[in-house]
T-cell receptor, first 115, second 113 residues
Framework: EAGVAQSPRYKIIEKRQSVAFWCNPI?????LYWYQQILGQGPKLLIQ????????DSQLPKDRFSAERLKGVDSTLKIQPAKLEDSAVYLC?????????????FGEGSWLTVV | DQQVKQNSPSLSVQEGRISILNCDYT??????FLWYKKYPAEGPTFLIS?????DKNEDGRFTVFLNKSAKHLSLHIVPSQPGDSAVYFC????????????FGQGTTLQVKP
């Protein structure tokens, strides 16, 4: 079974530029998550989708971050304009359902450096 | 507000000995706890979990203990192997919270041969 796919793996941009990350979850997984992991910290949830609807985006900086999952399968996370503090690993994850007890599987992450 | 805390940033143990990683939480609504392992340049991988109705869950060399009154859980690895060297994250979830995980800061485990 294929895992969670993410691209690009690495990206370096200048501040105020924009960047987009793509994620394809495990086949059949209805719930998709985007987490941000800053160096030395644990992953922090940015947004959670159930199919193509947003379940939780309370910690998404909506003035610069946006995400979509139009057909309920793959998803895109965009940052515009980027700030230095956005340098982090962006982890996409998926689970069969967004309920307690369902294992969440992570992709390898997209590493962003903002200079 | 750090609801899940891993107060030890790093731990070093000798191969064959026991590794004990600790995690504390503050939210009494948490009822499901997980440990993830992360190698450099990879995403976290699920290791073991425990529901709040249990106080122990075992899977091979890995055992997780939950002390609800102390809001504390720990991961025991016995015996430790060099391949266990990684960052370990504790995570928690609350019933009715749509599966959202709150992570600790991580503990880097180094197992020396």
């Amino acid at each position: 079974e294929a895992g969670v796919a993410q691209s690009p793996r690495y990206k370096i941009i200048e501040k105020r530029q924009s960047v987009a990350f793509w994620c394809n979850p495990i086949s059949g997984h209805a719930t998709l998550y985007w987490y941000q992991q800053i160096l030395g910290q644990g992953p922090k949830l940015l947004i959670q989708f159930q199919n193509n609807g947003v379940v939780d985006d309370s910690q998404l900086p909506k003035d610069r971050f946006s995400a979509e999952r139009l057909k309920g399968v793959d998803s895109t996370l965009k940052i515009q304009p980027a700030k230095l503090e956005d340098s982090a690993v962006y982890l996409c994850a998926s689970s069969q359902q967004g309920v307690v007890g369902n294992t969440i599987y992570f992709g390898e992450g997209s590493w962003l450096t903002v200079v | 507000d750090q609801q899940v805390k891993q107060n030890s940033p790093s731990l070093s143990v000798q191969e064959g000995r026991i590794s004990i990683l600790n995690c504390d939480y503050t939210n009494s609504m948490f009822d499901y706890f997980l440990w993830y392992k992360k190698y450099p340049a990879e995403g976290p991988t699920f290791l073991i979990s425990i529901s709040s109705i249990k106080d122990k869950n075992e899977d091979g060399r890995f055992t997780v203990f939950l002390n609800k009154s102390a809001k504390h859980l720990s991961l025991h690895i016995v015996p430790s192997q060099p391949g266990d060297s990684a960052v370990y994250f504790c995570a928690a979830s609350a019933r009715g919270n749509t599966g959202k995980l709150i992570f600790g800061q991580g503990t880097t485990l180094q197992v020396k041969p």
